[in-house]
């Protein structure tokens, strides 16, 4: 009798042929035997260049099922002369080459029938009576040929971006064929029908196991360490076992595909990175459909447990020392990139830059707006915000460029990082397969960037870039006051401070016009801090320098501008929160002190002088010392000693020349262009209603009537010098202006008692101490052009 042997069924060929191993040795595979089943034939099973015979197939998968991946007894019956073993297998009591015949999956074969011996003839003549019930039955190979007809494609009919987009992300039902390494595997692919069967070549996502390749024609054999390990724990878990397949992506250029496969006692990816028998790859993972948070995990243990390709791997320090994980408050937006940092803990300003991105190289002709882009969309959602920190890295000091603190940063659960990235604004960095200098949500770094690339988002995108030309309204003092009508008649005006100069004086860009500006807070002065090193700052001035940019350093603020300066710079107020006036917050803290000309003329001034008055209660900053109160003293006698003439300058606009010393002037502040703005939009809409208008009764010199200016033909306020009755005219002044004419009665029309209570907005001026010449002398002309 034929000694009986006991293996594991590694995978079935065909419907009468299996692989048998036995159990590894040491970090050895296994051994293994091919066996054929005694006495029977299969249908052959086909190939790229063949057909299945009919019924192949089926013959296969019904042996595969009964004994693959399970422990079988086994004997050899005969050798043939090319050593090829023909034997019988058990499964418990079961023998599985009867099972097949009575199935109808195989036939006895002729030579069997003709060369039986005497042990063997009994098991020839039972597996012939089997053969014979199967055939009555019309079971297996013995059903209508002419019926059969196996669908199946060993290599891809079309593209295969196309045939990923049909089946991607969908649970597919498969066959794992054959096992190339840990991570790379022939599957077939058995969609729903009426589609055919199709092999695919694929790499599981998100994981890359160690590379076997050996007995390739032509190719040097290569077995990367763990190799053999990892390529036998995928075998004796999925080869030739039913499995789910999840089509993710393709791998490179080639025909390969990126796939999870499911198999009901789990993910096989998962499996092997927590054994040491994979790592995680950064190229595919953002396909994975769970996600990477598993896998990761599973590699952190690996890693922590040092098993097997993590064996010399040594574990890093914290980077950042007791700062590596803080929360802090972004002060500043240095670029779409990097960002200050103050440490609520200690008050420390740290410099930080985002981990793993960086913003577009300047050979890109798009940089420049979209690095603009992103530094507004890091000043949007992070100025002024309480953040978490997490120190990843650091970049040392290299080529002139200083050492970098690289860092993710949290508000809540949104890392403004990823959404950069998502949003085409930043690139990823590249890191390279061991090196753990990266952010610590690396993985949504990479999803996010596959998702800018698949919707064309920023720098990935086919359209031409937002253009950003910014002008500077402050250039000179000409081109500022272009700019101050507008500003005047818009009142607030909503814009960004981007830089801060001293306590108040600020660079304000403001985004709806595109154009950046100067702006100087009216009715306070700060103290100034020096212009270099050498020059000595006034006292407080770093404390009201640090004061203003902590509080509207890229902060949304708003401006009222009043005038502007001779160097160009527009005066006004600035408001915090659409409520605080910064003027007044610097006053409170001490940081200035009224400017008593200018803050009179402002419609804030009882605001701006209870601000001082807080501070010098309290003493705070510039009233702190004991000096202080002589600046009160000084102040209390100049307002008591007026015995001389007050010389005061105001800013005026000449509307109107009489003569080369008479004239008519405007006096400019914010009140008076805005009375009389106001009031010219009432009295215009007021005048085209004519039949609401009364006529004038009596025409009397002095009178102030409404006169339509012949020029324009609108309405003015106007009164008159001199009644010209014999002509049906009036000489009449515009009061609001200075110019006069000589206009018919039908022009004039009373005005109601609201429109005169605003004092004329025109003042007759003569030059002092001044004789000039005659309007008719030949040099009235250089007069009037050197006044203008």
Same mark, same amino acid.
Request: hydrophobic share 35%; glycine share 6%.
């Given at each position: ?26 970090? *050895?595979?296994?051994?293994?035997? &091919? =066996? ?15 057909? #299945? ?15 693959? $991946? ?27 080459? *009867? ?10 074969? /002729? ?10 003839? /009994? ?73 055919? &069967? *199709? ?6 996502? $998100? ?12 190719? /040097? ?52 990175? @927590? ?19 598993? =896998? ?98 650091? %970049? ?28 085409? !604004? ?10 753990? #200098? ?68 600020? %660079? ?36 009201? !320098? ?39 917050? !610097? ?88 009375? =009389? ?30 006169? &339509? ?47 005169? *209570? ?6 007759? @001026? ?21 006044? !203008?």
């Amino acid at each position: 009798m034929m000694a009986v042997s006991k293996a594991i069924v590694k995978c079935v060929l065909s419907g009468d042929t299996l692989i048998v191993r036995g159990k590894p040795t040491g970090n *050895q595979p296994p051994r293994e035997k &091919q =066996l054929s089943l005694a006495y029977i034939q299969a249908p052959r099973m086909g190939s790229q260049k063949k057909d #299945d015979e009919p019924f192949a197939f089926e013959s296969r998968e019904f042996l595969r099922c009964q004994i693959v $991946g399970k422990e079988v007894a086994f004997r050899i019956d005969y050798t043939v002369l090319n050593n090829r073993e023909y034997g019988t297998v058990f499964l418990g009591n079961e023998n599985i080459t *009867q099972l097949i015949v009575k199935e109808g999956w195989a036939k006895v074969r /002729e030579d069997g029938r003709k060369n039986k011996d005497e042990s063997r003839g /009994e098991e020839v003549d039972k597996l012939t009576e089997l053969e014979k019930a199967a055939q009555e039955a019309g079971k297996g190979v013995w059903g209508d040929k002419d019926k059969y007809s196996r669908n199946v494609n060993y290599t891809l009919q079309e593209d295969a971006r196309t045939y990923l987009n049909k089946y991607k992300g969908l649970k597919i039902d498969g066959i794992i064929e054959q096992v190339r390494d840990g991570s790379s595997l022939r599957v077939l692919f058995i969609p729903p029908a009426p589609a055919p &069967q *199709q092999y695919l070549n694929i790499n599981i996502s $998100g994981i890359k196991a160690p590379i076997v390749r050996k007995d390739i024609p032509e190719v /040097e054999n290569l077995i990367e360490p763990y190799g053999e390990e990892a390529k036998y724990f995928v075998e004796s878990r999925l080869l030739q076992r039913n499995v789910k397949v999840i089509l993710e992506g393709l791998s490179g250029n080639s025909q390969a595909f990126s796939a999870t496969i499911l198999h009901p006692a789990g993910n096989i990816a998962e499996s092997l990175v @927590a054994v040491g028998l994979a790592k995680v790859a950064d190229w595919s993972i953002t396909v994975v459909t769970d996600g990477p948070i598993k =896998l990761r995990e599973a590699e952190k243990k690996a890693k922590e447990k040092r098993m097997r390709l993590w064996q010399d791997h040594v574990v890093r320090n914290k980077v950042g020392g007791d700062d590596h994980d803080f929360e802090g408050t972004v002060t500043r937006i240095v670029s779409g990139d990097t960002v200050h940092v103050r440490v609520n803990r200690t008050g420390v300003e740290k410099k930080v830059q985002l981990s793993s991105i960086r913003q577009p190289k300047p050979k890109d002709p798009k940089v420049p707006e979209y690095n603009f882009e992103a530094k507004e969309f890091l000043r949007k959602k992070l100025i002024g915000k309480t953040v978490r920190v997490i120190i990843d890295y650091q %970049k040392p000091a290299s080529d002139g460029y200083e050492a970098k603190e690289c860092a993710t940063i949290k508000i809540g659960d949104f890392n403004p990082a990823e959404a950069l990235v998502e949003r085409g !604004l930043a690139h990823i960095i590249r890191h390279k397969k061991d090196d753990e #200098d990266r952010s610590s949500c690396y993985d949504q770094l990479l999803i996010a960037d596959q998702k800018a690339q698949t919707n064309g988002k920023g720098v990935h995108s086919a359209k031409e870039p937002p253009v950003y030309r910014i002008t500077d309204a402050s250039e000179s003092l000409s081109k500022a006051r272009q700019f101050l009508h507008s500003l005047q008649r818009y009142g607030r005006v909503p814009g960004i401070v981007d830089f801060v100069n001293n306590g108040s004086r600020f %660079k304000i860009y403001i985004p709806k016009e595109s154009y950046k500006l100067t702006f100087v807070l009216s009715g306070i002065r700060c103290p100034r801090p020096g212009r270099n090193p050498t020059d000595k700052s006034e006292p407080y001035a770093a404390e009201a !320098l640090e004061f203003a940019t902590r509080k509207t350093l890229q902060r949304d603020v708003e401006i009222e501008v009043e005038n502007v300066d001779k160097m160009g710079g527009f005066i006004g107020s600035l408001w915090l929160n659409k409520t605080e006036n910064f003027a007044t917050l !610097l006053l409170q803290e001490g940081l200035a002190e009224v400017h008593s000309f200018s803050a009179d003329q402002s419609s804030h001034s009882k605001e701006l002088y209870a601000a001082e008055q807080i501070a010098k209660d309290e003493k705070k900053n510039i009233w702190s010392s004991q000096d202080s109160g002589i600046i009160d003293e000084v102040n209390d006698t100049a307002a008591t000693d007026e015995t001389e003439p007050r010389k005061e300058y105001v800013d005026v606009v000449i509307s109107e020349i009489i003569s080369g010393g008479h004239f008519y002037v405007q006096v400019v502040n914010e009140i008076n262009i805005r009375s =009389l703005e106001k009031m010219m939009s009432e009295f215009g809409f007021y005048h085209k209603n004519t039949a609401a208008i009364p006529n004038i009764d009596k025409i009397k010199t002095g009178q102030i009537v409404s006169a &339509q200016f012949t020029e324009d033909d609108q309405w003015y306020r106007a009164r008159i010098r001199k009644n010209i009755p014999e002509k049906k005219s009036v000489e009449v002044v515009y009061i609001d202006y200075g110019n006069s004419e000589t206009i018919p009665l039908s022009r004039i029309r009373s005005i109601p008692e609201n429109f005169r *209570q605003l004092p004329p907005h025109a003042c007759e @001026a003569v030059l002092s101490f001044l004789k000039v010449p005659d309007r008719e002398v030949i040099y009235i002309n250089f007069k009037i052009d050197y006044v !203008l």
